[in-house]
C-alpha cells in the first residue's frame, strides 16, 4: 500500500470489528460467470489472498481531485461525519450494498453497517444519509409529505444509479483478471517463510492437503488471522481453495441443501432466503433457524469472508452455526486424496474425537445440510453483549422430533455454545428424555438434568457463571414454549394455545430501523444570506472524511530514514524491575535500537506525576504501577520487526502488593489528593426533620475512550538546532510541546507540534499523548531518524486508562410526600496509579452531585483512590456522568420507598426560579423547566406511561419501561486561566483569509465554527477562508480542548483578531464604501496596514475556594431533559432502545448540525456507559478488554429507533459568543434516561414477581445485570450449590 499511498483506508483494530478498514473486493466466477463484490475487512485479508480479485478502496468510489460519489456527498452533507475516522470504511460498506443491490431496503442499508464502528456521530445522521438510496427512497421529512433531497440531488441518485449500471462495473473488475481467472492455474506465492498455494482444482488440493497434511486451509482468514500479530506464529504452508469449483458449490438435493465449504456465510444467507420460500415450510426449519444466526452473527464485512468450512472447522466455543448445524444433523462431505467420505457435524465431531473427527489429509468439500420434517421442531438461540456484531455469551441449537402426530419425543438435541473451549451437548440429558410427553414436568427435569450435565464451574472462564447456566434453562424454556406453541397451530384440537403470559416469552427483541428528528431555530429573516452564522454548515472537513483525503497522523507518507517503534510494558501491577535484558532483542533482524530511561537526556516525568509515582513515569526505571506501563521501546526498520524486538526484551520483576479496588484503597487508606467537602444547610438538623431516612450504594464501571484513531505521533528531528517537528493526535499541543522539550532538555521554542486533526478523543488525548510523543522524541534523539508510534489497539487500551470507575454511599432523608430534606453523599473514584486528571475529576463530582435537585441540607465527600491499575484520566462529562448516575439513583430510591411516580419525585425536588448551589454560585432553573416541561409534552411521556403499564400487564417475559431524567449541567472549567485562547488570522493579497487558532479539531467542528464567526466578522464568505493545522509555531501555549468550552473560547480569539483586523480596514471602507473587499485589502496593503492580527481571550472569570467551600466554579450552566423508552427481554437481559426524545437548551447554536450531532453522539456513548461498555481485570491487575472483540461500545443497532432531538427554542446566554452555549458533552448523561427506563421494566418485572422493588443496579446496565434483576424460577434453578462430580 505504501508505493500507492491509499491511505484512504483506515487502520482502528486490527481484528475486524470495527470495520474503519473496509474494502470492497471483486472476484469473477468463472464457472456462474459472475462478478461478486463483497465488503471485506482489510486488516485481516492475506495479500496473496487478493491474486485475480479487484480491490476497491475508497479512493476508487471519489475523490475531489475527480469526482466525489453521491455516496461521499450524501454523507457529507448529511453530517454523518465528525472526527472522520470511521467515515471512509462506512461509504465502502455502503458502495459494496450497491454494487449488488441498485435499491436496498432500509433493513439491508443497516445490515451493511452492522460491523461498522463510529464512536463520535451516534450513527442517525450516516443512516438517515443513506435513507435516500433504499426503495421507499423519500423520508417524507417526517410526515410533512415533502422529501428532503432537492430535485438536484435526487438527479445526481438517479445519475449515480445508472454510473453504477454502465460505467463502475466494468472499470472496477479489468477484463485482464477475467482471461486470468478463465485460465486456472495453480498460483503459488513465496515469502521467506511462508508459502501460499492456491490451487484450482480438488484433484490437486488433496494431493497438497497429501503432501502439507498440517497446511491450513486459508478462507476468510477471520479465525486464523487473529493470531497474525504474534511475530512467532506462522505456517510454512498455507493452502487457499478458494478457486475450487467443488467447494463453491449450491445444490437442492433430495435429502436438503448441499453447500460449498469455501462458500462464505453471506452467501449462505442468501442462498437460504433464496431458497425458502421456494421449499414447503415444515422442511425449512433449520434454514430458518440458521438465517436467524446469521442476521446477527458478526458483520457484513466478516460474514462476506468467513467460510461455512472454516466456522464449522475452527469450531470456536461461542460459535453460532454450529448447534444449530449439528442440532440438524447436517453431514459433512469431506474428501482426501484416498477418496470420498460422510460424517456427521455431530457433538463428537465437535468435541474433536478422533473417531468422529476429520484426517489431517481431507478437507470438507461441502456440507449437507438436511430437510427438516413436519414433526420436528428446530430452534437457534443467542444471546451477545451487544445484539449484533458481538460473539454470543451463550447460544444454543435445539431439535425435538415426535413421534408422528403426537407430543411424544423419539429425538432430542440440545447443543449450547459459549460454555465449553467449543460447542457442548447435552447429550446423555436428551437420551434421557426420549419417549417423554411435551409438558411441564418434562421441562423441569429437562432444566435439572441440563444444568447437571452442561458443566460450567463457579471459577469457569468468561466468568459471568450464573447467567450461563440462567441461560442454558431460559433457552430450554422459550424452545419449550415455541414447540408447544408450533404443536398448537399443527393440531389445534389436540394442543392448546398458549396464554398470553407464555406467548410473551417468545421471539427475541429486534431493533427495528431507526428514524430521527431534529428541531432547531431557524436563523432571523434578517440575516444576511451570506452569514452563516446559526446555520447548519457541513462540516469543513466532511467531504475529505467521506474520500478519505482527510490525513491523519499514521496516513502522512513515510520520511526518509523514517524508524517504527514499539513499546515493552509492564505485565506486573506493582513490582520492583530487577534487570532488563535488552540483548536478544537488538538481534532481531531490523532493530535499531532499544530506548529505555536511561536514554531521556532531560526529565523523564512530568513533576507532579513523578514526584507521585516515586520514580520515572515516561519509562520506568527502578518499580513498575499498573500493568501496562511502559518500561522501555524498541525501534526498528518496520513496525512487524518492532513489535518482535519488544517481545524478546526480559524483564525481572519482584512482586511488590498491589492494591486494585476502590474497596482496597480505602481499606489501604490509598489515596491520590485530599478529601475534597461541600456542605450545605444542616444536615443533621435535616434529617432528625425527615420522615424516612434510607441509605444505599451505587457501583459504576469504567469506560474505555474508544476513539477510532488510537494514539499516534511521528516526530521528525531537524537538520539544525536540535529541532523537532512533532506530529501527534492530541487534545493538548502545549504539554505535548513542554513535554518533549523538558525531556530531550531543550526550549520548547525547538519543538514544533503540529496537529491537523484528532481521530476521536473524548478526553483520552489530553495527558496521555505526552508519554508518546515524549517517548518517539527520545528514540528519534538516540537514533537521530525520524519515528513513527502509533499504537495498537490491544495497546492503546492497556496503556491509556479512561474514565473512572466510581463507587457512591448515600443516607437520604426525605418526606412522605417525597421531598428530599436532607443527603449525605460519599463518593469515591478508582483514580488509578497516578494522579493524571483525577483530582479535578473527584472536585467536578463533589460540585456538580446535585444535578438538577435542591437538597436543603446536604453533605458531599470525595475522594480520589489511589491503586494499581492504569492512571485514570479525563472522559467526556468529566465526572458528571457518574455524580448525575449517583444522585438520580437517590431520586429513584425516594421514589419507590414513597410509591410516588418517579417524575413527581424529580419535579418536587428540583431547582425553581433563581437559585443557589451548594457552592453558592447563582443561576436561574427557567430554562431547566422549560426543558422538562418541553420533554413531557414532545414525548407524550404521560400517555406513553400508561401504555407501558398496559403492556407490562399483558406480559410475564417481556416488559417496557419508560423515564425521563433531567439535567443543569456546568459548563467549563473552574479557573479562568483555562478559558483562556489565542488566534491568528491572516489576509492575503488576493483576499483569502487564513485563520488559526489554539483549538484543535476532535470531529466537533471547531474549525467550521471559527471559519463560520471568521466570516461573519469579516463579512466574506466561507469560501474567502480557510483553516491549515493547529501548531505551536502559529497560536501558543494553547490550553487544552476539552470542557465544552474549546469552540466558545477560540471563537472569542478569532473573533477579536477579525475585529482588529476590520477596525484596521476602516478608513479604507469608508472611502470605497461600495468597493469589494479584494480592493479593499489591496488597498490597504498600499496603505501599508497591516492584514494579520492576533486575537486574544482571557477567559471567562471563575474560581473555586475550597476552604470556604464558596465560588463562581463555572462560566454558565445548560440545562436539558431526556426521555427515553425500553423494551427488555426478561429472558434473556437483552434489551431495545424503543424511543428517546432531549430537549436541550443549546441557546444560540452556531451550527445546529454541529450541535446537534455532539447532542446525539454524546448521548449514544452515554448509552454506552450506561448499559453496555464493560472493563474486565484479572485478579492480578491486568485488564482483559483490550479489543472491540471484548468491548462493546454502540453500534448501529443500539440507537434507539425513534430519535428526536429539539434545540430548546428563544434561550439566550450572555455570556458565551453571539449567545451561543457549549454543547459538547451535555448530552452524555442523558444517556442515563435509557438506564432509568430499563431499570423501571426491571421494576415491572419484580413487581410482578412478587420481589422486592428497592433493588439496587449498578452500572452498566448489561444484559446479565438486567436477567438477573428479573429473578424468577430460571435464575433460582442456578443458584442452587454447583453439583459435583
Ligand atoms: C470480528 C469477528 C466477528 C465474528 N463474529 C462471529 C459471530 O458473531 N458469530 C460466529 O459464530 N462467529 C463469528 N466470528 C467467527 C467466524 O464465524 C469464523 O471465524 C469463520 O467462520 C471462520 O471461517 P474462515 O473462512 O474465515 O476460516 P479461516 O480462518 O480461513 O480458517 C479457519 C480454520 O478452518 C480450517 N478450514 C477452513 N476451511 C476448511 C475446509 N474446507 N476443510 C478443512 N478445514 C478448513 C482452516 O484450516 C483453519 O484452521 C467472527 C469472527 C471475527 C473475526
Ligand atoms: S481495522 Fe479492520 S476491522 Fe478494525
Ligand atoms: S466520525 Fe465516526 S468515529 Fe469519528
Redesign the pocket.
Known sequence: PFAVHLSGTKYGCG???CGACTVMLSTYDPIAKKIRHHPA?SC?LPISSLHGAAVTTVEGVGSIKNRINPIQERLAKCHGSQCGFCTPGMVMSIYALLRNHVKPSMEQIISALD?NLCRCTGYRPIIDSYASFAKQTCCQLRGTGQCCLDQEELGLIKLFILTFLKTYKSLSFPPQRIVQEQQRKTLIFCSKRTTWISPSTLKELLELKAKYPK????????????KKNDCDAYHPVI?H?LRIPE?QVFSITDDGIVIG??C??AQLRDILMETIPKLPEEKTKIYQALLQ?LR????E???S??????????R?S?????PILSAGKSVLN?ASDGGKRQIFLNDQFLAGHKHAD?EPK????SVLIPYSTKDEFISAF?Q?DRQ?????IV?AGLRVLFSPGTDTIVDLSILY?GIGSTTLSARKSCEKLIGRQWNDQMLSEACKLVLEEISLPPSASGGKVEYRRTLLVSFLFRFYLEVLHGLHQMYPFRYAELSQDKMSALGMLQSGVPQGVQVYQDVDPGQSPQDPVGRPVMHQSGIKHTTGEAVYIDDIRPVDGELSLAVVTSVKAHAKIKSIDISEALQVPGVINVVTAKDVPGKNGNDEEEAFAKDKVFLALREVICVGQIICAVVAETLTQAKCGAKKVKIAYEDLQPVLTIKDAIKHNSYITKERKLEKGDIEKGFKSADKIIEGELHMGGQEHFYLETNSVLVIPRMEDKEMDVYVSTQHATDVQKLVASALNLQSNKIMCHTKRVGGAFGGKITKPSFFAVIAAVAANKTGRPVRFALERDMDMLITGGRHPFFGKYKVGFMKDGRIMAADFQCYINGGCTKDESELVIEYIVLKVDNAYNIPNLRVRGHACKTNLPSNTAFRGFGFPQAGLFVETCIVAVATKTGLPHEKVREINMYKGVNRTAFKEKFDAENLWKCWKECLVKSDYHSRKTKVEEFNRKNYWKKKGIAIIPMKFSVGFNATYFHQAGALVHIYLDGSVLVTHGGIELGQGIHTKMLQIASRELKIPLSYIHFCETSSTTVPNGKYTAGSVGTEINARAVQDACQILWKRLDPIRRKNPKGKWEDWISEAHKKSISLSATGYFKGYVTDMNWESKKGHAFPYFLYGAACSEVEIDCLTGAHKNIRTDIVMDASFSINPAIDIGQIEGAFIQGVGLYTLEEIYFSPEGEQLTLS??TYKIPAVCDIPEQFHVYLLPNSCNSIAIYSSKGVGEAGFFLGSSVFFAIRDAVAAARKERGLPLDFTLNSPLTVERIRMACDDIFTKMVSVPFPQK
Open positions: 481484528v475486524g470489528g475487512n485481516l460491523g497446511a491450513p486451509l486459508v478462507v476468510g482468514n477471520t479465525s486464523l488471522g487473529l493452502l481453495p467447494m465449504a469455501a462464505c456465510l444466526q446477527t452473527l458478526a458483520g464485512q466478516i460474514r469472508m468467513a467460510s461455512l468450512g472454516g466456522h464449522v472447522v475452527s470456536g461461542a460459535w453460532d452455526l454450529n469431506l476429520i481431507e478437507v470438507i468439500v443467542r451477545a449484533k456484531n458481538a460473539f454470543s447460544n455454545g472491540p472483540d
